[in-house]
């Protein structure tokens, strides 16, 4: 499934240590419905996907991985997909919790919870403390997530500190709003990738990805394997990073 005849840039000097990708899986639908099949076929294949993705995320040099699985649009979509959307989430926190107990990986969530179903909840605070102790992958999953809506909440969070006297309003500064954030927990993505050849960020992490470079593909994430990023990630080893500064 790896392919480890492609030549890996991982120990490339302009790739950082602890990578961090995000993704923003798109093309489930249209995966499903050009064989003609349910939309939701095209997310359960989606679902495989991040478990082999996940899975090769220490080969791949990938520490962080964030997943954009639902943002705060996508209840517009029809009831069905929504709740069968639900219960994939729900079904893979159930059937994965095993292998990432054992593979080391610490799962995480993003976004606005409070609107899930009670079950869901339920699990994702179980599996979260389940895996609190593991290091070697931290995978985060944006789930009801939105850029605005996290930097709103946050806001609201910041006032209630001024106005309850724990923040001085002078002291807030980049740093003391990223605490506030969902992914206080988490370093800024280095990558940010879309698959199905949509070019827009569409409110995925506006705040995190200030000086993240994007790459956008045209693969369907249900056809989008771990060699798909393999190839990336030695693409984006070859660009030149400056943070706004000028290189020597
Ligand atoms: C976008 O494709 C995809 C989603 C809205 C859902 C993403 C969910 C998964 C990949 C399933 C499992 C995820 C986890 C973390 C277990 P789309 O439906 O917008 O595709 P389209 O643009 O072709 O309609």
Redesign the pocket.
Known sequence: MFDKSVPHDRDHPALPRDLHVAVI???????AQNRGWP?LV??RK??EQ?RKLVEMCPELGIRYLT?Y??STE?WKRSTEEVLG?MS??AR?IRREAGRMKREGVRLRFIGDRTRLNDDLQMLIQWIETETAGNDRVHLT?ALNYGGRDEITRATRAIARDVAAGKLDADDINDDVLSRYLDTRQLPDPDLVVRT?GETRVSNFLPWQAAYSEYVFTAT??PDFTPLSMQNILNDFAKRERRFGGVNA
């Open positions: 899986m798109d093309g489930n639908g249209r995966w939309r095209g997310h989606g679902a991040v997943l699985a639902f996508n959307l994939l989430f893979y999953v199905s369907l994430w």
